[in-house]
Nanobody, 121 residues
């Protein structure tokens, strides 16, 4: 009954910007952390950025200050603003959330279906 849906992916030129968004819906009691991962062909999935329900953020080193993660807890959404995009950023980007579906329940990890980001001239 929980679903994460990403949007905003597409084709951009090097140096361009793109904003990804993700909305969580369904039976949700509480969300602890939401974040973004990415995976390129032949590579393992890696963390891009994450944000807690208190607003604490964590960024991968390769972001180099180019990306900004934000969330709206009242709407259970998270966004990733990506600036100064490089060809190396090309990957499928996945939304991720650790959440409870009922009070005192375990936190489970949910994943979105992924959205393709291609940086090329």
């Amino acid at each position: 009954q929980v679903q994460l849906v990403e949007s905003g992916g597409g084709l951009v030129q090097p140096g361009g910007s793109l904003k990804l968004s993700c909305a969580a819906s369904g039976t949700i009691f509480s969300i602890s952390v939401m974040g973004w991962y990415r995976q390129a062909p032949g590579k393992e999935r890696e963390l891009v950025a994450s944000i807690t329900n208190s607003g604490s953020t964590n960024y991968a080193d390769f972001v180099k200050g180019r990306f900004t993660i934000s969330r709206d807890s009242t709407k259970n959404t998270v966004a990733l603003q990506m600036n100064s995009l490089e060809p190396e950023d090309t990957a499928v980007y996945y939304c991720n959330a650790a959440l409870q579906i009922y009070r005192a329940g375990l936190y489970y990890i949910y994943w979105g279906q992924g959205t393709q980001v291609t940086v090329s001239s």
